[in-house]
């Protein structure tokens, strides 16, 4: 049976290595997909060819985006790579306006405000847990209505957290479908796009226990079906 293509933004290791966490691989594979690391490439015929060649496209955690892309001077983002945050960048400009499915998670929320032109609060204390990966403490309240209540079925769910950075500022045209019981922002979604959802905190995580974590995967799999 033929698998569904996602294309996967991964990390830098600063050695020359893009990389990534099998998790994100396991829950596309749960759910009928098989994902691909891309290289960090910002020239216009490979991006347009990964726009043609895979259904849908992921973008995954990672460290700080630069906040000079943002408009602001660096006072707490930690470790930023421009390497990947002008590939990424690039990669949304050609996705985007092609109307390709589209998962972000935690960096990968950030980024796409950021492309969208919104704006990030450098540091935030008390969301970055040191317990592991798969212990969800976080209360996070679904905003109803949203395409992450259509695809969950909660108004308040229990997730992990490993981000000091959130939205400050929602990028144009995106709309937020989460916040965590402090106020801040956990999730949102590109209005009028066929499914562009971005979460801050890491579903790929515990999607083999948790069922709204899991559909989460499913559903941004049934959308690069549909593509």
């Avoid at 994100?24 to 690391?37: D, F, R, S």
């Avoid at 983002?77 to 400009?93: G, H, I, Q, W, Y």
């Amino acid at each position: 049976m033929d698998k569904v293509r996602i294309a996967l933004m991964g990390s830098f290791d600063g050695e020359g290595r893009v990389c990534i966490l099998p998790e994100y691989l396991a829950a596309l594979w749960a759910q009928g997909a098989v994902g691909v690391l891309l290289p960090y490439r910002t020239d216009r015929d490979y991006l347009s060819w990964a726009k043609d060649y895979f259904d849908g496209f992921m973008f995954c955690g990672g460290d700080d985006i630069d906040p000079k892309l943002y408009g602001e001077e660096n006072r707490a983002s930690k470790n930023t790579c421009s390497l990947r945050d002008d590939f990424e960048l690039e990669m949304f400009d050609e996705i985007i306006n092609a109307g390709k499915p589209i998962l972000a998670i935690c960096r990968g929320l950030q980024v796409l405000n950021v492309y969208l032109g919104g704006t990030l609060y450098q540091h935030i204390d008390n969301h970055s847990q040191s317990l592991p990966k798969n212990v969800r403490e976080q209360k996070t309240l679904i905003n109803k209505g949203s395409l992450l209540h259509k695809i969950v079925g909660e108004n308040e769910i229990l997730t992990n957290s490993f981000h000091h950075q959130n939205i400050k500022t929602l990028g144009r045209d995106l709309v937020a479908d989460a916040e965590s019981a402090d106020g801040y922002i956990e999730a949102a979604h590109l209005a009028g796009h066929r499914f562009c959802l971005g979460v801050q905190w890491h579903p790929e995580a515990y999607f083999a226990e948790d069922k709204t974590a899991a559909n989460i995967f499913a559903a941004f799999v049934d959308a690069c079906k549909q593509s």
